[in-house]
Every structure is written in structure tokens, then in C-alpha cells.
């Protein structure tokens, strides 16, 4: 006799723990406010892309679509580090008596990885 109790049938195709139901409405996008639609215009013109077509009914596409702007380097200098970030590598060196390595003022990316592993901790 086992001390476990037994459910037959509970693992049986097409009785899940989910009802399916089908005939459920599925929501309406919210639009996106004024102040998401006018920060996309400026992404828009600043990167010199448009804005999809009818993109201003949905607010999380809307969104979406911002985040990939922002990702996106702009002109000649968007991938250099930020200035807070080369002030803050600066002053973990001079508190490690060390030099940021040259290649990580031309990167980001690599000035993003040389502070990680250098900061105190």
C-alpha cells in the first residue's frame, strides 16, 4: 500500500489545469499617451528613421520601438562611453593607481567591462 495518493485520470490529454476558452474577447492596444508619442518623434528625427504607420494606437509596440532606437548608436560618436562613465573609471583609478586602457575611451562597451571588474568593492 502506498502512503501517496493516487488521482487517476490527472495527467490525461485534455483535462489541463487551464480551461481553454475561445470564445474570450481579446483586448483592445491602449494608446500610447502624448508624452511616449513625442519622445518618439524626437528618437525618430534624431536617428533620421520614421515612425511606423498607425504605431501611435499601441502603446507597448510604441514602446518596443523605442527601445530599439535608443539601442541603436547615434551618429559618429554613439558608441563612445558617456561621460559619467569615463569620470567614474577615472576615479576608480586613481583610487587603484592604475591607467584606464586607452581602447576604452573608443568603446562602451569595453569601458562598461573595465569599470565591472575594476571597482571596489
Known amino acids: ?36 508619442v513625442s519622445y518618439a518623434r524626437v528618437l525618430a528625427a534624431r536617428s533620421g528613421t520614421r515612425m511606423p504607420a498607425g504605431i501611435e494606437g499601441d502603446r507597448a509596440a510604441l514602446s518596443k520601438w523605442i527601445d530599439r532606437q535608443k539601442a541603436a548608436p547615434v551618429g559618429k560618436f554613439g558608441n563612445y562611453p558617456s561621460s559619467k562613465q569615463v569620470a567614474f573609471a577615472e576615479r576608480i583609478a586613481r583610487l587603484k593607481r592604475a591607467d584606464v586602457p586607452p ?9 562598461s567591462r573595465w569599470i565591472d571588474s575594476n571597482k571596489p568593492r
Open 1 to 36: 500500500m502506498s502512503l501517496q495518493p493516487q488521482f487517476p485520470g490527472i495527467f490525461a490529454p485534455g483535462k489541463g489545469a487551464v480551461p481553454v476558452q475561445d470564445d474570450l474577447p481579446l483586448p483592445q492596444p491602449v494608446a500610447a499617451t502624448d508624452k511616449q
Open 103 to 111: 581602447e576604452c575611451f573608443r568603446d562602451r562597451t569595453l569601458m
